[in-house]
């Protein structure tokens, strides 16, 4: 299938591709267990921050190694448009987080057991 | 050679600073690993021929959200 390549010269040699695809597993596993398992508010929103860095980095791997000798943009459409979103989501998450520790005096969110205030 | 090199580095820097992220107890280390772990993965994207997406990367994520970030831990801090 002949996709939209972007014929780009004097790139560098790359190492196989696996290499990346695991990292990115690595760095989602890891954004998991932090959104999981952590207690502070401010730690959680840093989980959901490595979990789209993930994403992107398998986006632009992807798309470096789909073509020989070329990349395909349009991964690379794809994460500015999720950086500039991630960025987006993080002002708003860290917004209510400020606004919650004002009322509760804590960041924990185990503490965060009432429903009204 | 010297490109292999540069580029499994950055791979194993992206996941160390993800593990000092994750696991560090002071919020202040947590959010300059992140930075850390912004700037590495912009050298990734960029040695990945994305120039574009790299300047992206490290001028949002490691410019703007961290600053927010930093923010965000002085307004909650425990005094």
């Known amino acids: 299938m002949h996709c939209h390549v972007t014929i780009w010269k004097g790139g560098l040699n790359l190492i196989p591709l696996s290499y990346?695809?695991?990292?990115?597993?690595?760095?989602?596993?890891?954004?998991?267990?932090?959104?999981?398992?952590?207690?502070?508010?401010i730690k959680l929103i840093i989980g959901i921050e490595i979990l789209t860095s993930a994403a992107n980095l398998n986006f632009i791997a992807l798309s470096a190694y789909g073509n020989p000798g070329g990349v395909d943009p349009l991964g690379h459409t794809f994460v500015i448009m999720s950086i500039v979103v991630g960025a987006c989501v993080v002002a708003v998450?860290?917004?209510?987080?400020?606004?919650?520790?004002k009322h509760y005096k804590t960041l924990d969110v185990r503490e965060l057991k009432r429903l009204r205030w | 050679m010297i490109e292999d090199i540069l580029?499994?580095?950055?791979?194993?820097?992206?996941?160390?600073?993800?593990?000092?992220?994750?696991?560090?107890?002071?919020?202040?280390?947590?959010?300059?690993?992140l930075a850390a772990m912004s700037v590495s993965l912009g050298a990734l994207f960029w040695l990945l021929n994305a120039p574009y997406v790299a300047v992206f990367q490290i001028l949002i994520y490691a410019g703007a959200v961290v600053v927010l970030f930093i923010a965000a831990v002085m307004l909650t801090r425990r005094k």
Not at chain 2, 10 to 15: Q, S
């Open chain 1, 20 to 41: 990346y695809i695991v990292t990115a597993l690595i760095l989602y596993i890891l954004g998991m267990y932090c959104l999981a398992v952590k207690r502070n508010m």
């Open chain 1, 93 to 101: 998450a860290l917004t209510i987080a400020v606004h919650a520790y």
């Open chain 2, 7 to 33: 580029q499994l580095g950055l791979l194993v820097a992206t996941c160390v600073f993800t593990v000092i992220t994750v696991e560090s107890k002071d919020l202040l280390h947590t959010v300059i690993a």
